[in-house]
C-alpha cells in the first residue's frame, strides 16, 4: 500500500510537469491531483524535492535491471538515456530547477551502478584494491555523466543512440586496460 502511495505520487508529480515547473508546485497540488491527504504525503516523503530524488532512484533501478555486466552495459547504456528521454519533461524541469544537483546525482548514481558491475566482473581475480575499482568506476562515470548533461542542456535534440555508441567505442576495452594498469603497479610495488 505505501509503495503504490509513492507512484501515485511519482504520477502526479509528472503529470503535473507538464503543467509547471518543479518550482511552482506545491504539496497540496500533489495531494489533490492524486487524491490522498497531505499527512498521507508527509508519511512518505519530508518535502516535494525528497519525492523528486525517490523519483530519480526509482527510474534508475528500473532503468538497468540486469544490465550491468560487460556484455549487456552497452544495452544498460541506452537504456539511461531511454529513461532520461522517457521522463524528458520531469527531467529537463527538475534540471532546470534549483534541486538540478538532484539530476546529476541520479545520473552519477545510474552510471556508477553501471560501470561498477563491469569493473567487478573484469577485475575478478585480478589483485586491484576496492578504492581503486571505485576509482575506475568513478573516472568514467563523470565522462558518461559529462555528456550526458551537456545532452539535457541542449533538450536532448541530439540522436541518443548515437551518442551511446560513441560512447560505448569510447569504453571498448579501456576498463579491462584500467584494472591490468592498477594491478602491474601492484605487482610492481611487491617485487620491490
Not at 529537463?92 to 551502478?113: A, C, G, K, P
Not at 550526458?148 to 571498448?172: C, F, H, N, P, V
Request: charged share 30%; aromatic share 12%; net charge negative.
Amino acid at each position: 500500500m505505501a509503495n503504490k502511495t509513492k507512484q501515485e505520487l511519482e504520477q502526479s508529480l509528472k503529470h503535473l510537469l507538464l503543467q509547471k515547473p518543479l518550482d511552482k508546485i506545491t504539496i497540496s497540488d500533489l495531494t489533490e491531483d492524486c487524491g490522498i491527504s497531505r499527512m498521507a504525503f508527509y508519511y512518505h516523503f519530508r518535502d516535494i524535492y525528497d519525492l523528486v530524488e525517490w523519483v530519480c532512484l526509482e527510474d534508475a533501478a528500473r532503468a538497468l535491471q540486469g544490465k550491468k555486466t560487460y556484455d549487456t552495459w552497452q544495452e544498460g547504456l541506452l537504456q539511461i538515456f531511454e529513461a532520461v528521454l522517457e521522463n524528458k519533461p520531469f527531467i529537463l524541469n527538475v534540471y532546470h530547477s534549483v534541486s538540478r544537483e538532484q539530476i546529476e546525482t541520479y545520473l552519477f548514481q545510474l552510471t556508477y551502478d553501471l560501470l561498477r558491475g563491469v569493473v567487478e566482473e573484469k577485475a575478478a581475480g585480478v589483485n586491484i584494491s576496492e578504492e581503486e575499482k571505485r576509482f575506475i568506476a568513478d573516472f568514467y562515470k563523470y565522462g558518461f555523466v559529462g555528456v550526458m548533461l551537456d545532452w539535457i542542456k541542449k533538450g536532448m535534440k541530439d540522436d541518443y543512440k548515437d551518442m551511446a555508441e560513441k560512447m560505448s567505442r569510447t569504453l571498448q576495452g579501456n576498463v579491462a586496460n584500467s584494472i591490468r594498469n592498477f594491478a602491474d603497479k601492484f605487482r610492481q610495488e611487491t617485487r620491490l
